[in-house]
């Protein structure tokens, strides 16, 4: 190869490495739609009650009486706290507002060892409370329900489901929220009904869902909204948008963790918009019976494509997404015999050389041709150096001659990038690696090696594989392959483990097949 060619290729390697993201999707520009309580481009409020019929229509009944601008408020009534705990979570709801104000995940622990707060407290926007699009917006979060049970406790030995049930009710208007829960699950059926109200939001709430402060490089943390089959993720600086009609979730999520509104009717649409610094996401819906399913949890890709609504989309493996999909089934299909993703890594990466193996013998044999033509391309180099153009021309019609494919030595190299891209996401955003352990010092295969030993020992493979590989370049050329390997070991020192791990496993296979090549040559 000579120095345009590697230089190429290298400028390629890094560009698709960072592919997955500096070039995620971005929300569109939209004009800002309203935020709520602002002036709102829905049609006022009819005075007709709308109720869902079971099949997902919408009927308008007979006239109601329409709201009045205040509402009496249960002076004399005092909250309270409504305990849900199952094996996999334990919740909190509040008699005020019918909110959930805690939501705590049993089986996954942050980095002290305790377990993972998907919801601590309210924040800007409390999580599914109803936010008026007239008069008083934040009225139905005043209000004080009544709930028709106390504490839920669910467990595999015990009681399996739970309802509860909270209600407000006056002489103008009437709201219920019914909550179904059940022991093995992280999805909630979740109905809401109100008479006499005006349109309303129903938001995921601020915060919900996010447990890690910062999003690693590649992953998104915020509001996202599937509309149709287009996924849109938002952050602090999107601008405010409206998606009319058809969409199936809302969600709040982070690298692993999500909290999803999932419609089972028809609704108005959802709203993007800031309330103050934080992004909101929510439903627009109108006045009648609505039917969801709210979904607190991880991002486990089973459990999400158990919910038949697309939740799974959440998971976003990017662009190469064809190819990190059958990976990641090869890798959980491993792990469940082996019971350890390490080793589920090291037989993946054997797995996916065996297709390389006959692409990586042609490479070594053009390595080879190519190393025995190093005279007569000297000899060209001297007769034609003052006509570069016929220079140019002659060493092709030499590499013809020959047969010999000048980029042959790259090419395995280059086909390689798509499933390195790939497995790197899956190990980013799966968190069934999240805190999975290999061996020794390496706790997380999520996460960097804290030692740095895995990448320094990937970059001395790929040192001896550039040692042991036939070469064509001149000396100049050569000094610049072997910034390669310092390069790789910088990148790499931030890697997730497993990737690395993956990496390392690939050059001491090419180190085998490279001995094997030069030993039979």
């Known amino acids: ?57 919408v009927t308008e009944e007979a006239p109601v009486k329409p709201p009045l601008v205040e509402y009496p408020a249960a002076r004399d009534a005092r909250a309270s706290d409504i305990v849900v705990d199952t094996d996999l979570y334990r919740a909190v709801i509040s008699t005020q507002g019918a909110i959930i104000t805690s939501w705590q995940l049993k089986t996954f622990k942050d980095s002290g060892g305790r377990p993972v707060m998907l919801l601590k407290k309210p924040g800007a926007i409390p999580p599914l409370g109803i936010i008026f699009e007239s008069g008083d917006r ?30 407000y009710r006056n002489q103008s208007m009437y709201i219920t929220k019914k909550f179904v829960f059940h022991n093995d699950s992280y999805n909630v059926d979740f109905y809401v009904r109100t008479v006499n109200t005006p349109s309303y939001l129903l938001p995921v709430g601020t915060g919900f869902g996010l447990f890690d402060k910062e999003a690693r490089q590649g992953s998104h943390r915020g509001p996202v909204v599937l509309s149709g089959s287009d996924k849109t993720g938002f952050t602090e600086k999107s601008d405010n948008k409206y998606f009319p009609g058809s969409v199936r979730w809302i969600a709040q999520e982070d690298q692993y963790f999500t909290a999803a509104i999932i419609p089972l009717g028809r609704i108005e649409g959802a709203e993007f918009w800031k309330e103050g610094p934080s992004p909101e996401i929510a439903l627009r819906l109108k006045p009648g019976e609505h039917k969801f399913i709210f979904y607190a949890g991880p991002k486990e890709y089973d459990r999400l494509k158990q919910l038949n609504a697309g ?27 082996l019971g350890n993703y390490g080793w589920s890594i090291i037989l993946l990466t054997i797995l996916v050389r065996v297709p390389f193996i006959p692409i990586l013998h042609k490479s070594q044999q053009s390595m080879k041709k190519m190393q025995k033509l190093q005279p007569l ?145």
């Open 1 to 57: 190869m000579d120095k345009r060619t590697i230089l190429a290729v290298t400028l390629s390697l890094i560009v698709l490495i960072g592919w997955s993201y500096f070039f995620q999707r971005k929300p569109a520009p939209h004009a800002p739609a309203s935020p709520p309580g602002a002036q709102s481009p829905v049609k006022p409020d009819t005075g007709t009650e709308t109720v869902t019929t079971g099949d997902g229509a």
């Open 138 to 167: 934040n009225l139905p979060q005043k209000l004080i329900y009544s709930a028709d049970t106390k504490n839920i406790i669910l467990s595999e030995h015990g009681k399996t489901r739970g309802e509860l049930t909270l209600t």
């Open 377 to 521: 391309m000297a000899e060209l180099k001297e007769k034609y150096k003052k006509d570069p153009q016929k220079l140019q021309k002659e060493t092709m019609l030499l590499y013809k001659k020959h047969k010999v494919n000048p980029v042959g030595g790259c090419l395995p190299l280059l086909l390689q990038i798509p499933v390195f891209i790939a497995l790197y996401n899956v190990l980013l955003k799966a968190i069934e690696l999240r805190g999975a352990p290999f061996i020794l010092w390496i706790t997380d295969l999520s996460a960097k090696d804290p030692y740095y030993v895995l990448p320094i020992v990937m970059g001395l493979t790929m040192v001896i594989q550039q040692k042991m590989t036939p070469t064509a370049m001149d000396p100049k050329q050569a000094k610049i392959m072997m910034l390669m390997p310092i390069v790789f070991t910088f990148m790499f020192l931030t890697f997730p483990a497993g990737l690395v791990i993956y990496w390392l496993v690939n050059n001491i296979l090419g180190i085998i097949q490279q001995y094997y090549a030069n030993k039979k040559a």
């Open 311 to 337: 939740l799974e989309h959440i998971i976003d493996f990017g662009w190469f997404s064809i190819v990190a999909m059958p990976l990641f089934w090869v890798l959980k299909f491993f792990y469940k015999y």
